[in-house]
């Protein structure tokens, strides 16, 4: 099976502009969650969905947002981009309820 | 508030000798506990999880790990670390719990370096 997927790889964005984040999950993999790692903050939950529904959400300011389509395939937005967003944007894919997750390569995401 | 420690920045160890990483949590609730493995340059893999049972639990490339409730810890251990091994690992924790909050909670990560 096709490991989990992250377009872009890279990413250099300027303050204020947004910018989209792709994940394609591992096939019949209905959860998708996102993270954000950074050295200072370490490995830090964004949110988490499950058949196009948000099941969980981490303590992230709404300039964040996420959705899942019908497939399964995972898109995460954030808006009005500020330095400190700069980092590692980690997506991870796993069955219904074993919370057992596989993570992509991540995007890494610069921003000047 | 769930929370996960791993007091080690860095372990060292030489190759063939057991290594132990530590991870003490906080729930208040049911956890489930998981440790994962981030190679150089490669994703977060997947090496073990408990839920329930055993208090030993087998996972990949010959690593185990301890759930001891009485002392909130889930150390994982190896009987004979490789070179290959050198690596980051982090713990994490669910609070799966009737009221639970249900997020991933990560340790900061230990860095395993295993000299020849």
């Known amino acids: 099976k096709a490991g989990v997927t992250q377009t872009p790889r890279y990413l250099i964005k300027t303050r204020g502009q947004q910018v989209t984040l792709s994940c394609s999950p591992i096939?019949?993999?209905?959860?998708v969650s996102w993270y954000q790692q950074t050295p200072g903050q370490g490995l830090q939950f964004l949110f988490e969905?499950?058949?196009?529904?948000?099941?969980n959400k981490g303590n992230f300011p709404g300039r964040f947002s996420g959705r899942q389509f019908s497939n399964s395939r995972s898109e995460m937005n954030v808006s009005t981009l500020e330095l400190g967003d700069s980092a590692l944007y980690l997506c991870?894919?796993?069955?219904?309820?074993?919370?057992?997750?596989?993570f992509g390569p991540g995007t890494r995401l610069t921003v000047t | 508030a769930q929370s996960v420690a791993q007091p080690e920045d860095q372990v060292n160890v030489a190759e063939g000798n057991p290594l132990t990483v530590k991870c003490t949590y906080s729930?208040?609730?049911?956890?489930?506990l998981f440790w994962y493995v981030q190679y150089p340059n490669r994703g977060l893999q997947f090496l073990l999880k408990?839920?329930?049972?055993?208090?030993l639990v087998k996972g990949s490339y010959g690593f185990e790990a301890e759930f001891n409730k009485s002392q909130t810890s889930f150390h994982l251990k190896k009987p004979s670390a490789l070179v290959s091994d050198s690596a980051l690992y982090f713990c994490?924790?669910?609070?799966?719990?009737?009221?639970?909050?249900?997020?991933?909670?990560f340790g900061r990560g230990t860095s395993l370096i295993v000299h020849p």
């Open positions: 991870a894919s796993s069955l219904a309820e074993t919370y057992e997750q596989y």
């Open positions: 096939s019949g993999h209905r959860s």
């Open positions: 969905y499950f058949s196009e529904t948000q099941r």
């Open positions: 729930v208040s609730g049911n956890p489930y």
């Open positions: 408990y839920i329930t049972g055993d208090n």
């Open positions: 994490a924790v669910r609070d799966t719990s009737p009221g639970g909050s249900y997020i991933p909670t």
